[in-house]
């Protein structure tokens, strides 16, 4: 058993069986669908959103059968994994204390982080071979707009002859207040002369196979990338790496065009005319806004009694099954409470981040 599949078991912990195997899957990889990310949102698994892009399916069933084996899961109807007294005990015991990735969150810093590391790699080593007056190399990073990027970064720079020291003076303060090991970090980044490490030994040198390596990477990118946001002043430079140059990332594209027409005041039927799609669509376009759009209301959708008429529904019954609710509230439409199941996650998410 491998720290991915304890990630795994543990998104299943989450779900309870109220989804299929396959949401877990669609999570880990970030598949940008509103249902993906309602799902990670509605079950808090936020930290594993994006986390493994290029994750097969045929690996992740592997995975699947290896918890089966240890009879950590079993097999529920429509293709649902149950999480057993054994698989609950090994997964609140595996992540006691600092194992967990508390400060990953794949919903936010998804994208963001790939695009910081790709510019604080290249940054770093076109900065390093400078001071050496040294041109010929091997860029880290291929992506044009990176090293585009890095370019104008070099330009325009105020103290463009201090930009090595300044960047090493952020970096060490940033990283010598994380919980994790810079190691993870700085072993992995190329100077002068000085190439990385891949990950798979920067992981053996740590004694973690890959997988955990992967996780514990992200965590601390993301930490870093918390504590830049909450202090800009004190990282000017590392917060300009990891500036997006679109702002609306944690939407899906079709998602912010909905919201571009809600907006301008049209109704949910008026922009399925418009945009040529069905009705479904778009409510589950509104269902992504409220799980990610800080005050976005409910109220034209569900009036605030039958909200908490729901909430209760789901304290007392112990789900988020819409059918289970449905029965217990009739007069409301699948939409209405899939709405309000939203806005209670959201709440929720909130209450624990202050």
């Not at 590391?117 to 076109?126: A, D």
């Not at 594209?253 to 669509?281: A, F, P």
């Not at 009739?330 to 981040?353: C, D, H, M, N, V």
Request: overall charge positive; proline content about 3%.
């Amino acid at each position: 058993m491998t720290y991915f599949n304890y990630v795994i078991l543990y998104c299943f912990w989450q779900i309870k069986g109220e989804r299929s195997i396959y949401s877990v899957f669609h999570i880990l990889n970030g598949k940008k669908s509103s249902q993906s990310i309602q799902d990670a949102h509605i079950f808090h698994l936020q930290p594993f959103f994006l986390s493994l892009p290029k994750l097969k399916r045929t690996y992740f069933n592997q995975k699947v059968r290896e918890l089966e084996k240890s009879e950590y899961i079993t097999h529920g109807e429509n293709d649902v994994a149950l999480v057993t007294e054994l698989g609950s005990a090994a997964v609140l015991e595996y992540f006691r204390g600092d194992r967990f990735p508390s400060d990953m969150n794949g919903l936010i810093y998804g994208d963001q982080t790939r695009l910081f590391w790709m510019r604080l790699s290249l940054l770093v080593q076109v900065l390093s071979n400078g001071q050496r007056q040294e041109s010929l190399y091997f860029p880290v990073q291929r992506n044009r707009e990176v090293q585009d990027w890095v370019k104008n970064c070099i330009r325009t720079h105020p103290d463009r002859e201090n930009l090595s020291s300044i960047l090493y003076k952020e970096l060490t303060h940033i990283l010598n207040i994380q919980k994790g090991d810079p190691s993870l970090l700085v072993n992995r980044l190329t100077g002068y002369k000085d190439y990385g490490w891949t990950e798979l030994q920067v992981a053996e040198m740590l004694g973690m196979n890959k997988e955990e390596f992967r996780f514990r990477f992200l965590n601390l990118l993301h930490a870093m990338l918390t504590e830049i946001e909450r202090d800009p002043s004190v990282y000017p430079l590392l917060y300009s790496i990891s500036l997006r140059n679109d702002h609306r990332n944690n939407l899906t594209i079709s998602t912010s065009k909905t919201y571009d027409l809600y907006k301008r005041g049209h109704s949910l039927e008026e922009i399925s005319r418009i945009r040529k799609l069905k009705q479904n669509t778009i409510e589950d376009h509104v269902i992504e806004l409220i799980l990610t759009q800080e005050d976005f209301p409910i109220e034209p959708f569900i009036t605030r009694e039958e909200y908490v008429k729901v909430l209760q529904v789901m304290q007392e019954e112990k789900t988020k099954r819409l059918k289970t609710i449905k029965e217990k509230l009739p007069q409301l439409t699948y939409f209405q409470i899939r709405a309000a199941i939203a806005k209670a996650g959201e709440t929720r998410e909130s209450t624990t981040r202050a």
